[in-house]
């Protein structure tokens, strides 16, 4: 116990007695550290605000896009830009379709929205009523568009929050006109805050009735006269059903578009509970990859430590030799030295946890990302600092260890 404690006195020293060098030692190891748990608490963050945007759609909800078209010579058009869904598909699926809650087909165009003296470039958005209840649409203020506005090809408009903001700034945007393009819309309501994700944001969008854009001249038709959508969100009944309708719609479409082989299929079905497994698998390996780039700066500052350390055994050499010429064994020296090395890596890692947590706070407090920092991160991030201390101060405490005290004495 005397010896460790001795040990111990000679490592505070060293450190107290060069105080400039330590804290630059230690600071490739506080950047190093920090920057692992806010990249880590970054991508941890921006995985769960993503999923738990595709959860409250719910499980059982299912998105079918337009796919590849063949062109005529042979060579597809990009995914997603194709034309192949139609209002008379949505409508064939919710009539020959089981198991389903609800089929909401929607269609797009932008336009210049126009209010008093402000304007924005903006989407309008056509849909029915169901859209709603299956992208679990919230509304702050009105009533979202109702069967009797479908029916009656009502110039209403429901406006996202943004446009709100945008159009209507410090006044209440409810019973005002908006001019879209060259038409009308009366504003019945305002939606709540969605955010951006993976599955979309209505924020900045103006919506109305799927019938009214028709009218408004923004439906695109294809040669048999059909009215082309966008996408069509299918609810179904439960999670258990989704399989079920997944491969009656498929096989209901393929019918339609005179498709007869499923690989070359012109629309593509999503489910949410698949989208949330991708953005899962893909933003855990973004995560990792954005640690093992902030661990490299943790790589610097272990290298910059073992500089640190040899340049010290030299200064110290005289030391070392005295100590030895006292009694001191190898083992003494080694260990001083790596205790050390591993002291200074430890300070600066708590240091850099400080750094870490306050920047993932800051983050989280502006607004630029949502981060969430675990307690793993961070005691993976403080060990590994302590690692880097006895890796790369190994070779110098063994090479103090190793000095003949003779010529060390002689030293100056």
């Known amino acids: 116990m005397r010896k460790l404690r001795g040990i111990l006195e000679g490592v505070w020293g060293g450190v107290i007695t060069h105080k400039l060098r330590s ?7 506080v950047i190093g550290v920090g920057a692992v748990i806010i990249l880590m608490g970054v991508g941890k963050g921006t995985t769960e605000s993503v999923v738990s945007s595709l959860s409250n759609l719910g499980a059982n909800t ?39 809650e609800a089929v909401a087909p929607s269609s797009s165009t932008t336009v210049q929205a126009i209010a008093g003296d402000e304007n924005v470039r903006a989407t309008v958005l056509g849909v029915t009523p169901s859209y709603q209840q299956v992208y679990n649409v919230q509304m702050s203020e009105g009533n979202f568009i109702s069967a009797d506005d479908y029916s009656s090809d009502a110039q209403i408009a429901v406006i996202g929050s943004t446009i709100a903001t945008d159009l209507f700034p410090g006044t209440d945007p409810f ?111 973004l995560t990792l990859l954005l640690g093992a780039i902030a661990a490299i700066s943790l790589l610097v500052g272990g290298i910059g430590v073992m500089n640190i350390m040899l340049v010290s055994v030299l200064e110290r050499t005289r030391e070392i030799g005295i100590r030895k010429a006292l009694g001191a064994q190898e083992s003494d020296i080694w260990l001083q030295f790596l205790i050390e090395s591993a002291f200074l890596t430890f300070s600066g890692g708590i240091i850099g946890v400080g750094i870490g947590l306050g920047g993932a706070y800051m983050f989280n407090r502006l607004k630029i990302f949502t981060t969430i920092v675990t307690p793993s991160v961070v005691i993976l991030a403080v060990s590994v600092s302590i690692g880097i201390g006895l890796f790369f101060g190994f070779y110098p405490a063994w090479n103090a260890s190793r000095l003949d005290p003779i010529k060390a004495l002689r030293s100056e």
């Open 175 to 285: 019973g005002q006109q908006i001019r879209a393009g060259n038409y009308i819309l009366t504003v019945t309501g305002v939606m709540q805050t969605s955010g951006q994700s993976i599955a979309g944001s209505t924020d900045s969008d103006i919506i109305t009735p799927l019938s009214t854009l028709q009218l408004l001249g923004g439906q695109q038709l294809t040669a048999d006269g059909d009215h082309v959508v966008r996408s069509i969100g299918v609810e179904a009944t439960s999670v258990k059903d989704t399989t079920q309708v997944t491969n009656d719609i498929t096989t209901l479409l393929l019918q339609r578009h005179n498709i007869s082989n499923p690989a070359s299929a012109d629309f593509t079905i999503t489910s949410v509970e698949a989208l949330i497994s991708s953005v899962s698998s893909v933003s855990g390996e």
């Open 23 to 29: 804290f630059l030692t230690m600071l490739g190891i």
């Open 62 to 100: 299912l998105f079918i896009s337009p796919g590849f078209t063949q062109s005529t010579g042979g060579v597809r058009a990009a995914f997603g830009s194709a034309s192949t869904l139609t209002l008379e598909d949505a409508e064939a699926i919710s009539t020959d379709v089981s198991n389903l």
